[in-house]
């Protein structure tokens, strides 16, 4: 089993900045393993299966690849602190078209190929809001 638990939401306005958190923690039988993380959003009116109706925005994949989706690309940074299983994900220029539930999922090493795309992750944290007010 592996839970998350992100933090850093808020309500900024347009072109403004948040960073969230997400600590991961892995009970004894992953205690091991390497996991792969990345940061997903579900926006109001797409509720729901997170792993069919949430969108990836960025993630870090277990061969140290970065992935961003585009409309992200140049704004967000994605970011670990390996060491304490944090994952990070920097926002800076936020525009409204950003405001969603944001999730950080999880999955085993081996077990994630497309790294962006939600039905990869079997672990998923609680989500945290942002809204951007124009």
């Known amino acids: 089993q592996v839970t998350l638990a992100e933090s850093g939401g808020g309500s900024v306005q347009a072109g403004g900045s948040l960073r969230l958190s997400c600590v991961a923690t892995k009970d004894s039988h992953y205690s091991n393993r390497k996991i792969c993380m990345g940061w997903f959003r579900q926006v109001p009116g797409k509720e729901g299966s997170l792993q069919i109706n949430?969108?990836?925005?960025?993630?870090?994949?277990?061969?140290?690849?970065?992935h961003y989706a585009d409309s992200v690309k140049g704004r967000f940074t994605i970011s670990q602190d390996d060491a304490n299983n944090i994952l990070y994900l920097q926002m800076n220029s936020l525009k409204s078209e950003d405001t969603a539930m944001y999730y950080c999922a999880a999955d085993i090493e081996g077990y994630v190929s497309k790294f962006l795309l939600p039905y990869e992750y079997d672990y998923w944290g609680q989500g945290t809001q942002v809204t951007v007010s124009s």
């Open positions: 949430s969108e990836g925005v960025a993630a870090l994949g277990c061969d140290g690849s970065i």
